[in-house]
């Protein structure tokens, strides 16, 4: 089993800055994929990013979030982060984090494991 919690959402300008973290606790964390999703109201809960297992060699991102979000992991402290730049009123959502075992993957239905969320919301 695996417990998930996020923080760092609140309220930002346009072209403001927001990084986000999920702790993980419980099986080992450098195990997982761990991913970003978000969920605006009235639309489904939608890919943002990835970061592979082990030392996160490798990360994928949506396309409209490419160059502005990074996703990174920190194994020693069982924490992944989502850092968003550039933040446009179209981000704001409940943001997830979520983890899988094996090998990274973009749809929500794949993940095992989710945080209860962390809300973002920009203003114009």
């Known amino acids: 089993q695996v417990q998930l919690v996020e923080s760092g959402g609140g309220l930002v300008q346009a072209g403001g800055s927001l990084r986000l973290s999920c702790a993980a606790s419980?099986?080992?964390?450098?195990?997982?994929?761990m991913g970003w999703f978000r969920q605006a109201p009235g639309k489904e809960r939608e890919f943002v990013a990835v970061?592979?297992?082990?030392?996160?060699?490798?990360?994928y991102y949506e396309d409209s979030v490419k160059d502005r979000f990074t996703i990174s992991r920190d194994n020693a402290k069982n924490t992944v982060y989502l850092q968003m730049n550039s933040l446009q009123p179209e981000a704001t959502a409940v943001y997830y984090c979520?983890?899988?075992?094996?090998?990274?993957?973009?749809?929500?239905?794949?993940?095992?494991?989710w945080g209860q969320g962390t809300q973002v919301t920009v203003s114009s």
């Open positions: 979520a983890a899988k075992s094996s090998v990274s993957s973009r749809p929500p239905v794949t993940y095992d494991y």
């Open positions: 419980g099986r080992t964390f450098s195990s997982f994929a």
């Open positions: 970061i592979t297992w082990g030392g996160g060699r490798n990360t």
